[in-house]
């Protein structure tokens, strides 16, 4: 069979190291297991009948003591410890005859057997003797029970010695096997080593000639000459990528050839391109070093584009927070997002100021150093100027509107006071519309003071350090009667050892108040509210929670604008000004407010506060 894949080579060069390293594995492994049973088998054999012949030999000799107690004069106790210590070699008795392993032990067992239980019935004669006569006791005991407790201690060393001797046998072959293991394992290691090395020579020099030609020609390739070629022989891998690196070498040449001048053209076009632009477009890599920047964006900073190329951002750009959303727009290849005022950049120029909204947009590279970004700057200081004169216009004439507003309503109500009587249906209508209307634009007039003051800047804040807790409690407990009357279960959810923000009590509970009275006009009956608060790195997590009609797409881009109302049958009243207010408020607070909704399912509307400094 013709081996013709690469993979086939490697297996086959190392096929007869990789077989000598299983065969010496096997016998190692079978040599270690008899090493293990041979263990096992001292242990298990020997150990007991050697415990058995010395408890054995102990029980005997203190039945010697006992015998000694008996002829010094003491009686019983003589006979309670002779009576305990022949159960007990009784017992290691049974034992070791449970645990006969050893030629000649069996022979030694019933010797033993035979002179104990004489030894016993000369003792029991033994006690006859010295109640008769103490003498005779004595010379009973030297002459007969004497040597008979020698036999028996004898036949108890010699059960006790044949065990020793064969653990000790056992002990010489363990150490024979492990030899023979040790020097097993040094030849089959070695042998597998040695063949091993033959092999990855041959294989080294085998695979390393077509690897060799690749890089010649491809040095060559690097070099500009684009009409070498590798040899092509045989039909796997090396083959085929010889094969791709000399079709690579075709296409580069026609690559070369081709008119480099369009490609020149076109880098020229774009270049005009970015250059022209009336936005600032900045151009760094990796490192926020500075590739590149338009005339627009040298403007901007008032520098020469010529002196900025190759300079790091932070020396056009002393925003530390633009910065990290740069490097963290790198690092995840995703275009931050933004609410509020986030992407505006405020500049100094002079005696004035001036304001750019960016934008920023990575560039993924193959590699890390190819990385890099784009930064946008739009001049936003005209619309800001315009807002900002807008909200004057909205605060001077609120402010106008507020005298005449209060005189009308309190002209109103004198007429109703003293000559409602006088009037007729008709008539007692159109002032109980007139004075609605009144009050409907008094309302108006006062929410667009508060918030022209809150965008002017003039809202006053008391900043204190206030649980979240507290603050959910507050409202939840404010607006729970609401929610039962209407049959909405409202509940709050907080976790322990929350830490203390940054907040104005009174105006944040007028936020959380807003978003839950939102919540329960477009909850229906049945329906659920949840409160939740949670702790973030740096701040707290408000979040008002519910399953009801929710806000269509087209409108959540646009909710926190002043004068946007949802399109729902709710709708009956409200100007459209409540979270503009709230994210106003948020906004003061150095938090952020945000929404997600999906129509039919409900609404969640979050928003955070800074921790409180220590």
Same mark, same amino acid.
């Given at each position: 069979?013709?081996?013709?894949?690469?993979?086939?080579?490697?297996?086959? %060069?190392?096929?007869?190291?990789?077989?000598?390293?299983?065969?010496?594995?096997?016998?190692?492994?079978?040599?270690?297991? +008899?090493?293990?049973? #041979?263990?096992?088998?001292?242990?298990?054999?020997?150990?007991?009948?050697?415990?058995?012949?010395?408890?054995?030999?102990?029980?005997?000799?203190?039945?010697?003591?006992?015998?000694?107690?008996?002829?010094?004069?003491?009686?019983?106790?003589?006979?309670?410890?002779?009576?305990?210590?022949?159960?007990?070699?009784? *017992?290691?008795?049974?034992?070791?005859?449970?645990? !006969?392993?050893?030629?000649?032990?069996?022979?030694?067992?019933?010797?033993?057997?035979?002179?104990?239980?004489?030894?016993?019935?000369?003792?029991?004669?033994?006690?006859?003797?010295?109640?008769?006569?103490?003498?005779? %006791?004595?010379?009973?005991?030297?002459? $007969?029970?004497?040597?008979?407790?020698?036999? /028996?201690?004898?036949? =108890?060393?010699?059960?006790?010695?044949?065990?020793?001797?064969?653990?000790?046998?056992?002990?010489?072959?363990?150490?024979? &096997?492990?030899?023979?293991?040790?020097?097993?394992?040094?030849?089959?290691?070695?042998?597998?080593?040695?063949?091993?090395?033959?092999? @990855?020579?041959?294989?080294?020099?085998?695979?390393?000639?077509?690897?060799?030609?690749?890089?010649?020609?491809?040095?060559?390739?690097?070099?500009?000459?684009?009409? !070498?070629?590798?040899?092509? *022989?045989?039909?796997?891998?090396?083959?085929?990528?010889?094969?791709?690196?000399?079709?690579?070498?075709?296409?580069?040449?026609?690559?070369?050839?081709?008119?480099?001048?369009?490609?020149?053209?076109?880098? @020229?076009?774009?270049?005009?391109?970015?250059?022209?632009?009336?936005?600032?477009?900045?151009? !760094?890599?990796?490192?926020?070093?500075?590739?590149?920047?338009?005339?627009?964006?040298?403007?901007?900073?008032?520098?020469? +584009?010529?002196?900025?190329?190759?300079?790091?951002?932070?020396?056009?750009?002393?925003?530390?927070?633009?910065?990290?959303?740069? +490097?963290?727009?790198?690092?995840?290849?995703?275009?931050?997002?933004?609410?509020?005022?986030?992407?505006?950049?405020?500049?100094?120029?002079?005696?004035?100021? =001036?304001?750019?909204?960016?934008?920023?947009?990575?560039?993924? %590279?193959?590699?890390?150093?190819?990385?890099?970004?784009?930064?946008?700057?739009?001049?936003? $200081?005209?619309?800001?100027?315009?807002?900002?004169?807008? @909200?004057?216009?909205?605060?001077?004439?609120?402010?106008?509107?507020?005298?005449?507003?209060? #005189?009308?309503?309190? #002209?109103?109500?004198?007429?109703?006071?003293?000559?409602?009587?006088?009037?007729?249906?008709?008539?007692?209508?159109?002032?109980?519309?007139?004075?609605?209307?009144?009050?409907?634009?008094?309302?108006?007039?006062?929410?667009?003071?508060?918030?022209?003051?809150?965008?002017?800047?003039?809202?006053?804040?008391?900043?204190?350090?206030?649980?979240?807790?507290?603050? =959910?409690?507050?409202?939840?407990?404010?607006?729970?009667?609401?929610?039962?009357?209407?049959?909405?279960?409202?509940?709050?959810?907080?976790?322990?050892?929350?830490?203390?923000?940054?907040?104005?009590?009174?105006?944040?509970?007028? /936020?959380? !108040?807003?978003?839950?009275?939102?919540?329960?006009?477009?909850?229906?009956?049945?329906?659920?509210?949840?409160?939740?608060?949670?702790?973030?790195?740096?701040?707290? *997590?408000?979040?008002?929670?519910?399953?009801?009609?929710?806000?269509?797409?087209?409108? *959540?881009?646009?909710?926190?604008?002043?004068?946007?109302?949802?399109?729902?049958?709710?709708?009956?009243?409200?100007?459209?000004?409540? &979270?503009?207010? =709230?994210?106003?408020?948020?906004?003061?607070?150095?938090?952020?407010?945000?929404?997600?909704?999906?129509? %039919?399912?409900?609404?969640?509307?979050?928003?955070?506060?800074?921790?409180?400094?220590?």
């Amino acid at each position: 069979m013709t081996i013709k894949t690469f993979r086939h080579k490697i297996l086959l %060069g190392y096929a007869p190291s990789l077989l000598l390293i299983l065969l010496v594995l096997t016998w190692s492994g079978l040599t270690l297991l +008899k090493l293990g049973r #041979s263990s096992e088998a001292i242990l298990r054999e020997n150990y007991r009948s050697i415990m058995a012949a010395e408890h054995m030999i102990d029980a005997l000799e203190r039945q010697d003591s006992s015998i000694l107690l008996l002829l010094l004069g003491f009686q019983e106790p003589w006979l309670h410890e002779f009576h305990s210590q022949e159960a007990v070699f009784w *017992q290691w008795l049974g034992r070791a005859k449970d645990n !006969v392993t050893i030629p000649g032990e069996e022979d030694i067992l019933r010797d033993l057997e035979k002179e104990y239980g004489r030894f016993i019935a000369e003792a029991a004669d033994l006690l006859l003797i010295v109640k008769e006569s103490h003498e005779k %006791g004595v010379k009973f005991y030297h002459n $007969t029970l004497f040597p008979r407790f020698r036999a /028996v201690t004898e036949l =108890c060393i010699r059960l006790r010695e044949l065990n020793h001797e064969t653990m000790y046998r056992a002990s010489q072959q363990t150490q024979t &096997l492990a030899r023979q293991a040790i020097i097993s394992l040094i030849v089959g290691g070695g042998s597998a080593i040695l063949v091993g090395l033959v092999f @990855s020579l041959l294989l080294s020099r085998f695979l390393s000639g077509p690897a060799t030609r690749m890089t010649a020609v491809l040095g060559e390739l690097a070099q500009g000459n684009y009409d !070498v070629r590798v040899p092509v *022989q045989g039909h796997d891998e090396l083959a085929a990528l010889a094969r791709q690196v000399n079709t690579m070498a075709q296409e580069l040449k026609k690559y070369n050839e081709l008119n480099i001048g369009k490609i020149l053209t076109e880098k @020229s076009k774009i270049e005009a391109l970015i250059q022209n632009v009336d936005e600032g477009i900045i151009i !760094v890599d990796d490192r926020l070093m500075i590739s590149d920047i338009n005339l627009m964006a040298a403007d901007i900073f008032q520098v020469k +584009k010529e002196d900025m190329i190759g300079k790091h951002l932070m020396e056009m750009i002393k925003e530390e927070t633009l910065l990290d959303y740069m +490097k963290t727009a790198m690092f995840t290849n995703t275009s931050p997002e933004f609410s509020g005022d986030q992407n505006i950049y405020r500049l100094e120029k002079g005696e004035s100021t =001036c304001y750019y909204q960016f934008s920023i947009i990575p560039i993924q %590279g193959q590699s890390l150093a190819s990385r890099g970004g784009v930064l946008l700057l739009r001049d936003v $200081t005209r619309l800001r100027e315009l807002d900002h004169l807008k @909200s004057e216009f909205i605060l001077r004439a609120s402010h106008e509107l507020r005298t005449p507003l209060t #005189s009308l309503s309190l #002209s109103i109500k004198l007429l109703d006071e003293t000559e409602a009587a006088h009037l007729g249906d008709r008539a007692r209508k159109l002032l109980n519309a007139s004075q609605e209307d009144v009050e409907r634009l008094r309302v108006l007039v006062e929410t667009l003071l508060n918030l022209s003051r809150i965008e002017a800047g003039k809202l006053e804040l008391n900043f204190q350090a206030i649980r979240p807790e507290f603050i =959910c409690a507050r409202a939840v407990n404010l607006m729970q009667p609401q929610a039962e009357a209407k049959g909405i279960e409202l509940t709050l959810q907080t976790v322990a050892d929350l830490p203390t923000v940054r907040a104005d009590l009174e105006k944040i509970d007028w /936020v959380l !108040v807003n978003l839950l009275t939102n919540a329960v006009k477009f909850t229906p009956a049945g329906g659920h509210i949840q409160v939740k608060v949670a702790a973030q790195e740096k701040h707290v *997590q408000f979040s008002v929670i519910d399953d009801g009609e929710g806000i269509p797409y087209e409108y *959540q881009a646009r909710i926190f604008d002043k004068f946007v109302r949802g399109k729902s049958q709710q709708l009956t009243s409200g100007l459209g000004l409540g &979270l503009a207010i =709230c994210k106003e408020i948020v906004n003061a607070h150095g938090g952020v407010i945000w929404l997600e909704s999906t129509p %039919g399912k409900g609404t969640a509307v979050s928003f955070s506060l800074p921790l409180a400094t220590v």
